[in-house]
């Protein structure tokens, strides 16, 4: 068992955790799911959010997640990758982590994504004739097993 799988069954998350393989798990909350594993030196938790951005309110959209980012205090922040997907991150070095901080980061990124997810797609994509529903908005966790 690696280090990193140690520290979720001592944070109490490794039941939770679908093991992706040594150093990557997959959790879920609620209607978002989060990735967690070691990258280099670092611990990082992903909860990918959405796939594309709103057209036309994207000002207004990144307006909302710089807000959310100020409302969770630096415990996680909403980033743009450059494949356009936006999710929602948390990291630190992986040197001198304990189960309990981990625990609290991979938590805070799956309880905020879930939280805000929603509250979002409400927000800024619902009600869009424009896109069929074939191509409406990848968006978190949808259809994955449930494990909060």
Partial sequence: MSDFHKLLAEAGLAEKAERLDDRLVRLQWGSAFVISGISGS?????APMFKT?????????FRKLLEHNAHMGGIASFALQPDGWVVL????ALKGLDASELGTMIAAVG???????????EEFYAGRRDVPIEQAPEVS???L????
Wanted: net charge negative; charged share 25%; no cysteine.
């Fill in 42 to 46: 670092a611990v990082v938790a992903i």
């Fill in 53 to 61: 951005l709103p057209a036309g309110k994207e000002a207004a959209f």
């Fill in 145 to 148: 097993p449930q494990t909060d």
């Fill in 111 to 121: 309880k905020f994504a879930d939280q805000f997810d929603d509250q979002r797609i």
């Fill in 89 to 92: 991150l948390a990291g630190r």
């Fill in 141 to 143: 966790g949808a259809n």
